[in-house]
């Protein structure tokens, strides 16, 4: 069972375009969203993060949406640039008191940025 | 700036035998976390730790087994090593929401 999902592997987007990646979750108890970056050989690092108390976040370049009746969140990139050519993974947590901060993650999404 | 460091980065095992995954922080965080990353697939919980001598089951915990008995450590111990460990393990550690991750130990089972 899925509790968070990306459902496009892969995205492909000319350089100075929107880069705009999806998110969908089930578990109504997330509250706190995040995505991260990864490059090959390398661990994931944090990019941006969205309270559920919020819609939309910006940090830059970067914006994420967040829809909680839809349950779904968006990663927006503007403008895009090779170099944000990734593995984006979407995340989703709650504080569960024992359990602490639990990420779960989406299978992530490939984005190449055309030059 | 050290982080979260993961020893080694790569290692190759033949089935059935056992190793330890090394993953020191120096943030002073008191979460930390062992995922997996099988191609394809999004990041997997196979064991999280809340503090110093407390650990608990994740996702995917069979097949391996934790300690955490200071801050700074938390090894991820692989008893009798399978082909279906094969996989990408990352350590990983958070003071809250926002968890910082190693770079990765690349493992496979032969």
């Known amino acids: 069972d899925q509790q968070v999902k990306q459902n496009s592997p892969s995205l492909s987007v000319q350089e100075g375009r929107i880069s705009i990646l999806n998110c969908d979750y089930t578990n109504s108890m997330f509250d706190y969203f995040l995505w991260y970056k990864k490059y090959p050989a390398e661990g994931p690092t944090f990019l941006i993060s969205?309270?559920?108390?919020?819609d939309k976040n910006e940090d830059g370049r970067f914006t994420v949406f967040l829809n909680k009746s839809a349950k779904h969140l968006s990663l927006h990139i503007v403008p895009s640039q090779p170099g944000d050519s990734a593995v984006y993974f979407c995340a989703a947590t709650f504080y569960s008191g024992a359990g602490s901060y639990q990420l779960t993650f989406g299978k992530g999404t490939k984005l190449s940025v055309i030059p | 700036n050290a982080g979260v460091t993961q020893t080694p980065k790569f290692r190759i095992l033949k089935i059935g035998q056992s190793m330890t995954l090394q993953c020191t922080q120096d943030m002073n965080h008191n979460y930390m976390y062992w995922y997996r990353q099988d191609p394809g697939m999004g990041l997997k919980l196979i064991y999280y730790?809340?503090?110093?001598?407390?650990?608990d089951k994740g996702e995917v915990p069979n097949g391996y087994n934790v300690s955490r008995s200071t801050t700074e450590d938390f090894p991820l111990r692989l008893e009798l090593a399978a082909p279906s460990q094969t996989s990408v393990y990352f350590c990983?550690?958070?003071?809250?929401?926002?968890?910082?991750f190693g770079q990765g130990t690349r493992l496979t089972v032969v």
């Open positions: 969205i309270s559920s108390i919020k």
């Open positions: 990983a550690s958070s003071g809250g929401f926002e968890a910082f």
């Open positions: 730790s809340v503090g110093a001598g407390i650990t």
